[in-house]
């Protein structure tokens, strides 16, 4: 697998896809937060991708006015920097991404890059999925009536994207995402 953030390689070799040389590699972007129901949707990015012979693109998005403690003193009254959180988020992708293509070897090969940008979720993944393919995100589970509804990000994306997007049900069995 190779993972990297844009400007810093995190890794090359593997992963390198031999196509028609007048073709890009496609590109399928997944939102993650690093929850159940964006891991569902991460597992189902990277299987897409492998049959598409694609490569993936995580987006996590995150609010900057938030304040973030890295567990290296501070606590609540801490300044966070935009560099702390993107290599903190950075790096819990890249272990949710090694993680699945250590579990499943037909996603090793998977080319993936990483993408932690400040600002709302939606707009950051339509941003992001300019030049996609296709659009991945996954939705909370839900009881009742409010199941059938999508939530604020799934539905600005799903009614604003230049791009087709699927949205992974939280209860998706791992069978489902192929």
Do not use: F
Request: glycine share 12%.
């Amino acid at each position: 697998m190779s993972l990297s953030w844009p400007g810093v390689e995190v890794a090359s070799g593997a992963g390198e896809n031999a196509g028609a040389p007048d073709r890009r590699p496609g590109v399928v972007v997944v939102g993650i937060d690093g929850s159940a129901p964006s891991r569902n949707a991460l597992r189902y990015a990277m299987a897409e991708a492998s049959r598409r012979g694609a490569g993936v693109r995580l987006v996590w998005a995150y609010d900057p006015s938030e304040r973030r403690s890295t567990g290296q003193g501070g606590g609540a009254d801490a300044s966070p920097s935009l560099v702390g959180p993107s290599v903190e988020l950075g790096a819990r992708a890249w272990r949710m991404a090694t993680g699945l293509a250590g579990a499943d070897p037909r996603l090793a090969s998977v080319p993936v890059e990483i993408r932690v940008l400040a600002g709302p979720a939606a707009g950051v993944l339509l941003a992001a999925a300019r030049d996609a393919d296709l659009v991945v995100i996954g939705r909370r589970s839900r009881c009742g009536l409010a199941k059938a509804l999508l939530g604020p990000v799934g539905l600005h994306c799903a009614l604003h994207s230049e791009v087709p997007v699927v949205i992974v049900p939280a209860d998706a069995p791992a069978a489902r995402n192929r």
